[in-house]
């Protein structure tokens, strides 16, 4: 009791801030941590809002950003309040924590920032933690305020020792894609990287793995299932009958009932067969209609994942960054019936470059290479080398991005046209275009 009389008084005594200067206070990445000490404490001290919300966990490769969205439009269309927590931000900070679609307007936000700084201003560990441990407990304090009835977390990096992980019972808990990225810190092989993202498991909190991933990474997560008495739904592929799919969506029959995706891509079809399975699952307790089920993964579209910029001349804007996110976007192009395809492609430095670009290039008859949109961005002139030595054509582009993709519709109207390769070149360009 006194100690919640402090935090109230510090509150309290906290002048008004600018709620982003003290979030980009923090670093990056933070320390790095052994285990979830840091963020419960901070949450404890902020008197753990999290505890009074329900949850639904997605962690994954790739694959969680759209999963996450589909599973907010149906239960927005079900009638819930829905909270969202996602990473990165697209087009600014606020987009990334949203209540039934809407971002966090700026004075709820400078307001949770002011009480998370009372907390870590008196805090031990005040130096070392990451801007995504002070986002998450922003978000936390956010929802819990909003009495939301239903809240989509994503994880920020793998799954085990995320901050978000601090959620004791969530309702039901979805794992995506797994496939290699951030190997530094997740791990060098698919197990190990399964492993951490099979920690979001939580005991007797069903789990949906998504189809199409590899055995050792269903070995894995099933190991953890069993360990958790977790009930675990891996979606029949077999039961899986598709109408048509192309760039601009598809049509399904899942289980003998008729779906449709506006993301295109056949990959979006095994992420929304997660949404169908993952509340079929729930489905005793939230009591979500059929036909809101339909409704909602209908509704569901995502910035920078297959984004149509323009139809005729088509231009696409895509923000796969690792060798399973460009093979997804293969196989969208491969399906594309529009020909040639030019690419405005930026990459980061950090990310297995070589490997993702082998994935595409079939379907590339020629790349632009950019820089300047992160100051994790590979530079165009190493990316234009790496493309070339694996097969592909590529040149430094002359112009930034945005410019480069409106010469290439201009020159390819009849083709498809692309910018590629990051979310944060995704942010740079789509941020662009709201100026304009």
Not at 34 to 62: E, W, Y
Not at 136 to 150: R, V
Request: with cysteine; aromatic share 6%; proline share 4%.
């Amino acid at each position: 009791m006194y100690k919640r009389q402090v935090v109230i008084e510090l509150i309290e005594n906290t002048k008004d801030i600018d709620e982003l200067e003290f979030i980009n206070s923090f670093s990056h990445s933070g320390k790095p941590v052994k285990d979830l000490s840091r963020i419960k404490a901070l949450l404890s001290d902020l008197g753990d809002p999290q505890d009074s919300l329900k949850f639904v966990h997605i962690a994954g490769t790739n694959g969680k950003g759209s999963m996450a969205q589909m599973f907010s439009e149906v239960f927005q269309c079900a009638g819930l309040k829905t909270g969202l927590f996602t990473s990165p931000y697209i087009i600014s900070y606020t987009d990334r924590i949203k209540i039934n679609g809407i971002d966090i307007p700026k004075p709820a936000l400078a307001k949770m920032a002011k009480r998370v700084k009372a907390v870590t201003d008196m805090h031990c560990d005040r130096e070392n933690f990451s801007q995504f441990e002070i986002t998450t407990a922003i978000a936390f304090l956010y929802f819990a305020e909003e009495n939301c009835d239903i809240v989509v977390l994503e994880t920020g990096l793998g799954g085990l020792l995320d901050s978000t992980n601090v959620i004791k019972t969530p309702v039901l808990t979805v794992i995506g894609s797994v496939d290699f990225d951030h190997t530094a810190i997740l791990g060098d092989t698919l197990e190990k990287i399964a492993y951490q993202k099979a920690g979001i498991i939580k005991p007797h909190c069903p789990c949906v793995l998504s189809a199409g991933n590899d055995m050792k990474v269903i070995r894995t997560v099933r190991e953890q299932a069993v360990k958790n008495l977790s009930q675990l739904v891996i979606p029949d592929i077999n039961q899986l009958k598709l109408i048509s799919c192309d760039v601009f969506g598809s049509k399904f029959e899942f289980k003998g009932q008729h779906y449709e995706v506006t993301m295109g891509g056949a990959h979006q079809v095994l992420n929304a067969m997660s949404v169908i399975s993952g509340i079929r699952l729930v489905n005793d307790t939230l009591k979500i209609p059929q036909d809101k089920i339909f409704e909602g993964i209908k509704k569901a579209q995502l910035q920078g994942r297959v984004q149509i910029l323009s139809r005729e001349p088509l231009l696409i804007l895509d923000g796969a960054h690792n060798p399973d996110g460009l093979s997804a976007l293969a196989g969208v192009l491969e399906h594309c019936e529009k020909h040639p395809c030019y690419a405005v492609m930026g990459m980061c430095r950090d990310k297995n470059i070589t490997e993702a670009v082998k994935k595409i290039i079939p379907y590339v008859d020629k790349f632009y290479t950019v820089d300047g949109f992160s100051d994790r961005a590979e530079t165009a002139s190493d990316l234009a080398d790496i493309i070339t030595n694996a097969g592909g054509r590529a040149e430094q582009s002359p112009k930034p991005a945005l410019e480069m993709a409106r010469q290439l519709i201009n020159e390819n109207p009849h083709g498809v046209n692309l910018i590629c390769g990051s979310l944060f070149l995704c942010a740079q360009v789509l941020n662009e275009m709201k100026d304009i």
